[in-house]
């Protein structure tokens, strides 16, 4: 008796963990519209929950859920993980759609967990044809023309700002050559150098003249010191000598400084004028004695501190043989960008328009 009745508890045991078993998968599936028109599209949704340590198997669906409803795609498994990963929800979607009208029954989908089958509960779907108008049968409507895309700015932005770079590279490349052919830099360089007073300036051409020019021929030597005194006179006593006689200066020094200072001028003045015009070779200690004539009239004529600030001297300096290969290359490679984005326009212009 007692053997029958261990017999028993084991028996309600192992049926009680069948179904225990059994209950730990649910499969479930629903539609999200039982009413579509012909080529509408409709979603089948699957969801299968079991014990995160089983598997699972989909049924096997081609191109058909049944004859008549056709599956458009499926979508991949979605799995969420419950009870602290110890249950599994997976989720699969059928987009169908069908193109014959009718009412639609669609059997359990079977699935195997364990290589145990499952079944969800079946579906409907109603097919709905397009409604025609039976009482205006005659009237037929062709097809419609090509509707024209409304205008947008982003369509033709590429094209836009192509024609603002394809008119920078024209005018680059335009203000380059000029550059080149003018041997003129593309960013001037400018140097600045101050102004020396026109005692110094006097000073330094008259070393010049003594070291370079001395044993040269009279004429010329007498040329340069007097224009040397005639600038000298022009910037420091503010009248034009260059365009005045030796004796026109003399006359107008004499009203601004001592008349006994300026009888050892006005000697050097009329000596240079005998060699240059009257072919005078006056001997060498005359040349010393002019020369040092020239440098006390300087000496004594001169002011230390300038009335007023004089201008620098601006130069712009040429291109280095550098500058013209970099301006160059620059101009060949500024050609290709700006046939490159020529064509490039066409290519967009063509697209947009035909």
Known sequence: MRIFKGV????????????????????????????????????IKL??????????????LKDTIIKGVEIVE???????????????????????TSFDSALYYIPPFNVLVDKRPYKSKSLALQ??????????????FGPKTVMKPPFAWSDWGGVIISILLIT???FLIIFFIK?????????????????????????????????????SDPKEYYTLL???LRTYIK?????????????????????????????????????ADLVKFAKFNPLINENDRNLISAIDFINGTKVEIEQKPKPDIVIEEKRSQKAKLLLGGSIVILFFAMLGLIAYLVWNIYDLCF
């Open 8 to 43: 028993i508890i084991l028996l309600l045991l192992i049926l009680n963990s069948s179904i225990s078993c059994a209950q730990s998968v649910t499969v479930d599936a629903n539609i999200d519209s039982m009413r579509i028109l012909i080529g509408e599209q409709a979603k």
């Open 47 to 60: 969801e299968v929950g079991m014990n995160a340590n089983q598997k699972l198997q989909w049924p096997l």
């Open 74 to 96: 499926a979508l991949k498994p979605d799995t969420q993980f419950l009870n602290n990963g110890q249950r599994m929800l997976i989720t699969k979607q059928y987009i169908v």
């Open 127 to 140: 097919v709905l044809s397009v409604p025609v108008d039976t009482i205006h049968s005659d009237n037929f």
């Open 168 to 170: 920078t590279f024209i």
């Open 179 to 215: 550059r080149y052919k003018d041997n003129k830099p593309i960013i001037k360089t400018i140097k600045s150098i101050p102004q020396l007073p026109p005692h110094l300036k006097a000073m330094q051409e008259i070393e010049r003249i003594k070291k370079e020019k001395k044993d």
């Open 226 to 228: 007097t224009d040397t």
């Open 235 to 271: 910037e420091r006593f503010d009248f034009n000598a260059m365009e005045m006689t030796s004796s026109e200066i003399i006359e107008r020094l004499k009203q601004e400084e001592d008349k006994s200072s300026m009888e050892e001028l006005n000697i050097l003045l009329q000596t």
